[in-house]
């Protein structure tokens, strides 16, 4: 069996061709572009070989301004804005056929004490008990009326019950076919599926490019749409980060995604990452295209 975690790591670890450009392969997620955490954790890859080793990321804001091609490779271009005694300071932009089709700002910083408080965790319960969502696409496969089967394309029927890099359980699944209302709020545990390096830079890679599933999807909740709804367009605009303490993403973390507002085409997502001690260990927000076509 491919170890599906290795090929993407690999795919996040780029190519230094030149000084400051950097090039990375795509993967074929079955959504027919590239998916918006690839390059957002390719991004950050770059920009942090240009950076000093006693330096990690604590934050990135970044801008998807195209679809990406997945038969192409992505070039990234990094500006050394500033190097400063505790942070350094990077803009990295993403390129493919001569486009940019991401522009991110990350910062990094040296490790310092200070000030420590956060918000608890939610209740939620354990990981253990709960389905990956490759065995609930296999539940939801095999009792969906041909009719309704069919109007899902092949490669997103296959990536459903495939083995994937990110082991993800959510606490309440959700029909994506037949979405029903629900708040805008969604719980799931994510972690790599086998142990991964002692290495920082890593596992805050990884979750840079996990920190883009369960976001938008989050905001059609309360419509009865899904992603997979004919007529709904989604797509991310922007997405930012920040990290907060030392995590593993090879053991659970807690990701709590809450839609407070969709309006004018908009849905506004902020996500956040909890160990299973309860720490808070990385931050998210996104606004995102929520874009109904049935009501034209």
């Known amino acids: 069996m491919a170890d599906v975690l290795a090929e993407l790591i ?23 572009r590239v998916f918006g955490g690839q390059v957002l954790g390719q991004a950050l890859s770059a920009a942090r070989q240009t950076v000093p080793d006693d330096r990690e990321v604590h934050s990135l804001h970044a801008y998807f301004l195209r679809p990406g091609a997945t ?7 990094v500006d050394p804005i500033r190097d400063g005694r505790s942070f350094t300071t990077r803009r990295v932009v993403a390129i493919q056929n001569g486009k940019p089709i991401l522009n991110v ?15 608890p965790m939610p209740d939620a319960p354990p990981p253990d008990d709960l389905f990956n969502e490759q065995e609930l696409g296999r539940r939801y496969l095999d009792v969906l009326p041909e009719a309704l089967l069919a109007q899902i394309p092949k490669g997103l029927r296959d990536r459903a019950t495939a083995t994937k890099p990110i082991e993800i359980r959510p606490l309440e699944p959700l029909d994506p076919v037949r979405p029903p209302v629900k708040p805008g709020h969604r719980q799931v545990w994510l972690r790599a599926n086998r142990k991964l390096a002692d290495d920082p830079q890593l596992h805050r890679t990884l979750l840079a490019y996990s920190s883009d599933f369960h976001l938008l999807t989050t905001a059609l909740q309360p419509h009865g749409a899904s992603w997979l709804t004919p007529g709904v367009q989604v797509a991310s605009i922007d997405h930012a980060m920040w990290f907060h303490r030392p995590f593993r993403m090879d053991d659970w973390l807690l990701y709590d ?3 407070p507002t969709a309006s004018g085409a908009r849905g506004l997502v902020f996500g956040r990452f909890f160990d299973r001690s309860g720490a808070l260990v990385a931050s998210v927000a996104q606004e995102g295209l929520i874009r109904d076509r049935r009501q034209r």
Do not use: C, M
């Open 257 to 259: 995604v809450r839609s």
């Open 10 to 32: 690999d795919t996040l670890t780029l190519e230094r061709i030149e000084e400051n450009l950097f090039r990375g392969r795509s993967q074929e997620l079955g959504w027919g």
């Open 71 to 77: 038969d192409k490779p992505v070039v990234y271009t």
């Open 105 to 119: 700002s990350t910062s990094f910083q040296i490790a310092e004490g200070g000030f420590d408080h956060a918000e």
